[in-house]
C-alpha cells in the first residue's frame, strides 16, 4: 500500500511540487534498496517546466514488495517557471535636441505582452500617446502570467514641447533714441 494517491495539480503554478508517501506491505514486505526512508516513506518533486498545457511535469517512484508486486504513485503539476514577455516601444524618435516638438509630434508608446506557456493572466496595457513635459515616463506596470510570474517594460526619458515660443523679446539694438541704418 502506497499513501496518499496520486497527487495531479491541473492549475498553473510557478515552483515545485512535491508530496510525501508512505508505504507499507502487511504480506511479504517492502523490497529493499529502493530509496525508501524510514517506514517505507518518500517524497516525490515535480520540479522542470512543462512543456505545454497538455505535457504537465510528472515525477513517479515504483514501491516493490519483496516478491515483486508494484505500486506506483506520481506528482504531476502544470509548472511554469519563465517570465511574460513585456516590452515598450516608442512610435517615433525625437528631434536631434532630444525633444518631440511641433515636426516631430507628440510619440506614443505601444506594450506587447505575451506568454508562450501558461498564457497571459490580463490584457498588454493601451498604447499611451505623451502629452508635453520633461522627462516623462510610462511603464506597462505588471503583467502576470497564469502560474504568478510576472514583467514589466517601460520608456523613460520622454520629453515633449509642442508649443511655439511666446514673448519673444529682442535684447540689444540700438542705445535709446538711436537707430541703425541699413542700407
Do not use: H, M
Not at 495539480?9 to 510525501?20: A, I, M, P
Not at 515598450?88 to 509630434?105: D, E, H, P, R
Amino acid at each position: 500500500t502506497v499513501l496518499p494517491g496520486d497527487v495531479t495539480n491541473t492549475t498553473w503554478r510557478n515552483s515545485s511540487l512535491s508530496e510525501d508517501f508512505t508505504s507499507s506491505d502487511g504480506g511479504s514486505g517492502l523490497a529493499l534498496n529502493q530509496g525508501l526512508g524510514t517506514n517505507g516513506s518518500f517524497t516525490l518533486t515535480a520540479s522542470a517546466e512543462s512543456a505545454d498545457a497538455n505535457t504537465p511535469s510528472v515525477v513517479s517512484k515504483a514501491v516493490k514488495d519483496a516478491v515483486g508486486n508494484t505500486t506506483t504513485r506520481s506528482v504531476s503539476a502544470l509548472i511554469d517557471l519563465t517570465n511574460p514577455s513585456v516590452s515598450a516601444q516608442l512610435n517615433k524618435t525625437a528631434a536631434a535636441t532630444g525633444w518631440f516638438n511641433t515636426s516631430t509630434g507628440a510619440p506614443t508608446v505601444s506594450f506587447l505582452c505575451s506568454d508562450a506557456l501558461s498564457g497571459l493572466a490580463g490584457t498588454c496595457p493601451s498604447p499611451y500617446t505623451f502629452g508635453e513635459g520633461a522627462n516623462q515616463s510610462r511603464s506597462s506596470g505588471n503583467i502576470f502570467d497564469n502560474a504568478g510570474n510576472s514583467n514589466s517594460a517601460g520608456v523613460q526619458n520622454v520629453n515633449v514641447d509642442l508649443s511655439d515660443p511666446t514673448n519673444i523679446q529682442f535684447v540689444g539694438g540700438p542705445a535709446a533714441g538711436g537707430s541703425y541704418d541699413f542700407g
